[in-house]
Structure formats: C-alpha cells, structure tokens
C-alpha cells in the first residue's frame, strides 16, 4: 500500500533521511531532524515523502514563495526516489501531488533547480512538462 507521509514529528523526519542521503550526502543523520526542523521553523519548508509498504520512497522538500518577478509559487528543494524503487512512479506521484498542491495553495507554477549533471532527473521532469525558462547564477563567497 502507497501513502504520502508528511513528517512532523522527529522519528518521521528521520524515516526519510536514508532517501534523502542518496542526493544530499553531505547530510548527517545526527543532525538531520534538528536541521529539518530549523528550516521548518524560519523558511517554511516541509517534507513530503511517498512511503510504500512502511518504506519511504521518494521525498520532496518544497516551500511555497511569493517573489516580484513571478508572484507566488511552490518551489521545490529537493525530490529524490529511492535508487532502489527507481521507475515504480513513486517521483511521478510525488510530483504530481506536488503540482497539485501549489493548486491549493495558489500558486501561478511550480519550479525546481537541478543540478547540471542529474541527466536522468532532467528527462524525468522534461517528460513531466517543465521546461527550462532561465538561467540560475551562483557565486561562491
């Protein structure tokens, strides 16, 4: 049976750490659930997890934003599948819920940055209809 999970309590937020390590592996599991929560609490960021059979799947962690250029939108942080749970749909179920929810919540669209190198995510999203309309700029400080 496929449920989606949305973590609120520590033992929740840990469930979805070992997901979540395969794309951020600079992550600590000691840490994680305190860092989840410091981000919960300032930036308004949530989990999202599709656990299948008692075991988390895939994971979004998304925040909903509001800039001048674009108006409000759900912006995804991270959606990452479980490499061995990859092609079963867990990223499609996720990420449509996803886009339905910035429904819910009013956005005009749903946005995500990738990595350059991920170019298996990127045909995932091509066949989910996003598209790149910009560029991304980053300097180290």
Partial sequence: MTT???????????????????????????????????????DGFRLTAVVEDGQVRAVAAWRVLDMLYCGRFLSVDDLVSDPDARSKGHGKALLDWLKDEARRQGCGHLELISNVVRERAHAFYFREGLAVDAFHFRVKL
């Fill in 4 to 42: 989606l999970l949305h973590p609120a309590t520590d033992a929740e937020i840990l469930a979805t750490f070992d997901v979540m390590h395969h794309l951020r592996p600079a992550l600590n599991r000691e840490t994680y659930a305190a860092r989840i929560r410091g981000l919960m609490a300032s």
